[in-house]
């Protein structure tokens, strides 16, 4: 549509859709073309037109360039929701794949791909086959992503018409746009097949460099990405390769510098020869420092990418410090970033100019930058030895200005830098003690606090500074609570005069009696007991000697920094968290799953109740305690199903694509899937499938524990809430430690009767698990009744009065009516 075409938006008629109707079956051209743009201007605001599918399809057979791109448009738009209908577009799509007009036929196929309906796909096959080889080369690029996006749909028919052999070819093509289409659609394909499809080989690396040079901007981005994946087999190759692409350093394109900056970045790991590095890093320099000429949003991802490349090859920008300087319209996000990376350059060459900036920065009117520049000082001082007396000086400097939350962040990190240099800069104590009065931040307060008690013995009034702060002891926050309560007893420990004896017994009987915080109440108890049986042992634990502390607050883990430099100029380099923590890959659409043999998500077509761990924890209360995991346990552990990805391809040519990409899906452990009733996203990565089953005779609740989380969890605790039929487990809940990635099944004994509720009957089963490392777990499970039915349907006569009376709570559950009653036959007598 044109600019003029608001119109169409505007309408305000009543019956609209029979108007419609009527001029999309009008003889005149003209007619039927404004026709089909109210249609879609109707869709695009949300109305539904359609009922409007059949007339629509109609005017598909026009001439016209701009009406057939508005009807496919339409037609993908609806084609889901009407697949019967659909399948009457299939001979004009398949009539326009052959059409002389190549924009024509690239647009048929591309609409074909983009209409997910099972019926069209089986006709997709042939047009896509000749398009594939088609003259015209945006043709056959608009059919190269056709490729992966009906591999998305079906995945084997791709395979069996041998589409991904004639994507390879592509490759091998004249035009470069055609080739940087085969690569993306190659390398998505791969991405989401557990067999290799798309390996570069010496031949291929060629001919894909030699396409680089000719690339729209887009291209080259594919081609790089692709490129990075490829291990030259030696350091003269690498160095080749490493000549050939930086050119696109100089590239106008932001995404094109960093795809270049990824690709060499990861070739020098095979380089050798220290020259060829260094003149590397002094290439990469000025390509990173024109980022930052670049708008807010740009220089944010620069920096965020900048900020990786700088932990792993320092030296790259080790001479353009001076880039990194805030400047005053700058927003904060991006004055953040610029701090983050202006830290990790300081060096004791450029450390004078850099705290001339942290404290120009330490004025300015944004409390939450000037923090943070008062932090960034601090954490000059601890990085860099000889530097750390002038990063004093100018912390005592912005004391003495006497801005409130300056001050407080000064001696948050003074207090950092008397862990780092130990005994080295008491002298300044006294200046922080005259800042006392104005603290009124937790943080600061207990740095203070932890400064005092420390330095007890060095502080002649420490008692008297320490009681100030006792006066208020009740109200005061768990972390001030805290370091009151460790600073009063190393006061003791070093002057146990009568003062602080006093000062102790207040501070002990607060901390145990008037207080409800167990953290708080139980090192109260351990420092009593250590008191008052052994003053020396108490003096080595509390008294003993500190690990000196690193500024390490801001690097990453040297794997995940490799993972996240193989993936710069993506969405990890700017979250700084590997693909895996953020995407979500969903099940390809020709898998069969369980959910579609079986709606409710199990064999036996019982629902499953997803948890909600907000549920409230009186709801979920028992007076059966946890039965906790403490022994091995055989169930069997594995690692959790791989984090999926999702489509990243899109449509190089401009329409949406909302297809749903495969996943590598591992080997489950054995036995039925069981329902989810705790999501990975409420468990804080922990996910808990579980069902009730039958095995042998025995009622058994099978759970599944996946541990998706970053850390090991262990001591698995489970407690089940009274209920109509009595559950309660019949021992321990057995299941080892998950490392991350793993997960473990294994089956609890369950017991009846002895857990019974009071009221009308319920299927509901609330269910409460907990660990170590976690808090309280809590979920609702469905209580299935044929789990209470003998296989035989024989049973001792004491077990039939036991079930009979059970049946009947079940009836009652069902909301049974007889209209006699019911009397179960007595089958222990046959």
Known sequence: MSGHDSKYFSTTKKGEIPELKEELNSQHRDKRKDAVKKVIAAMTVGKDVSSLFTDVVNCMQTENLELKKLVYLYLINYAKSQPDLAILAVNTFVKDSQDPNPLIRALAVRTMGCIRVDKITEYLCDPLQRCLKDDDPYVRKTAAVCVAKLYDINAELVEDRGFLESLKDLISDNNPM???NAVA???EIQEHSSRPIF???SHTLSKLLTALNECTEWGQVFILDALSRYKAADAREAENIVERITPRLQHANCAVVLSAVKMILLQMELISSTDVVRNLCKKMAP??????????????????????????????????IKVFFCKYNDPIYVKMEKLEIMIKLASDRNIDQVLLEFKEYATEVDVDFVRRAVRAIGRCAIKLD?????????????IKIKVNYVVQEAIIVIKDIFRRYPNMYESIIATLCESLDTLDEPEAKASMIWIIGEYAERIDNADELLESFLES???????????????TVKLFLKKPTEGPQQMIQVVLNNATVETDNPDLRDRAYIYWRLLSTDPEAAKDVVLAEKPVISDDSNQLDPSLLDELLANIATLSSVYHKPPDAFVTRAKTASQRTEDEDYPDGNEKGYSANVGDGGASPSTSSS??????????????????????????????I??????????DQPAMPSGPPLPILLPASTGQGLQISAQLARQDGQIFYSLMFENNSQITLDGFMIQFNKNSFGLAAAGPLQVPPLAPGAAARTLLPMVLFQNMSPGPPSSLLQVAVKNNQQPVWYFNDKILLHVFFSEDGRMERTSFLEVRSLFHIALAYCGTKLSKPYIMKDHTAE
Not at 473 to 485: G, H, I, K, R, S
Not at 635 to 650: C, K, R, T
Not at 654 to 663: E, Q, R, S
């Open 178 to 180: 055609v080739v940087a």
């Open 185 to 187: 659609a190659l390398a």
């Open 199 to 201: 390996e570069i080989t």
């Open 287 to 320: 390509p990173l420092v024109t980022l930052l000429s670049a708008e807010p949003e740009i220089q944010y991802v620069a920096l965020r990418n900048i900020n990786l490349i700088v932990q792993k090859r320092p030296t790259i920008l080790a001479h353009e």
């Open 386 to 398: 000889r530097a750390a007396e002038r990063c004093i000086s100018v912390l005592l400097e912005l």
């Open 473 to 487: 002891f009740p109200e005061e926050p768990p972390q001030v609570q805290l370091q009151l309560l460790t600073a």
């Open 623 to 652: 007076s059966v305690p946890y039965t906790a995991a403490r022994q091995p346990s055989p169930a069997q552990v594995m690692p959790a199903p791989a984090s999926p990805v999702p489509d990243l391809l899109g449509d190089l």
């Open 654 to 663: 401009g329409l949406d694509n909302n297809a749903i990409v495969p996943a």
